[in-house]
């Protein structure tokens, strides 16, 4: 009866657990998309050239095993001329290996009049791979964790 009970408060604990976690990353999930709508709010927009890419390694840690696909990664350097006319440059924060764009290609540019130096190319990797990366592993993880709970509970 004994290792019965202990198995019910360690499996409490782990589902208690994965709806903490799935809840945490569904909160970090919703602040990003926050701080997306709060920069479309604010952005000006303008026309902008893709004038490089910006090739650099994958390398996500000294430990980390390669893989086979693991390789440079094309991150493109974008050139427009904010509202008051000056020429700006900045490299967007998402990179891709096939490179997402070409050298001279044409990009819809959104900024910050306050703050011309943050830029983002208007695409949906820039503004949303994050949050719903982050909601996504938030709702199955908090998902799969009350639906065990829910299973699990005892009834009177």
């Known amino acids: 009866m004994q290792v019965q009970v202990r198995g019910q ?22 602040v ?18 893709v004038v490089a890419l910006e090739w650099r390694d994958n390398d996500s840690g ?5 893989r086979a696909n693991d390789g440079p990664v094309a991150y493109p350097v974008i050139e427009f001329a904010s509202a008051d006319g000056t020429p700006r440059k900045f490299r967007d924060s998402t ?20 703050s011309p130096g943050d830029a983002r190319i ?15 592993i938030g709702l199955v993880i908090g998902g799969i964790g009350t639906v065990v709970a829910l299973v699990t509970r005892r009834r009177p």
């Not at 701080?35 to 050239?49: I, K, N, P, Q």
């Not at 290996?97 to 959104?110: A, D, M």
């Not at 208007?122 to 719903?132: I, R, V």
């Open 95 to 114: 990179g891709s290996n096939p490179p997402s764009y070409e050298v001279g290609e044409q990009v819809e540019v959104l900024y910050r009049a306050d």
């Open 9 to 30: 408060g360690v499996r409490r604990w782990v589902t208690f657990g994965s709806i903490a976690f799935g809840a945490l990353f569904l909160v970090v999930g919703l």
């Open 122 to 136: 208007k695409g949906f990797a820039s503004l949303w791979l994050l949050p719903l990366i982050f909601g996504g």
């Open 62 to 66: 000294a430990g980390r095993k390669k």
């Open 32 to 49: 990003l998309a926050g701080v997306s709508v709060s920069f479309l709010m604010d952005a000006e927009r303008a026309r902008g050239t």
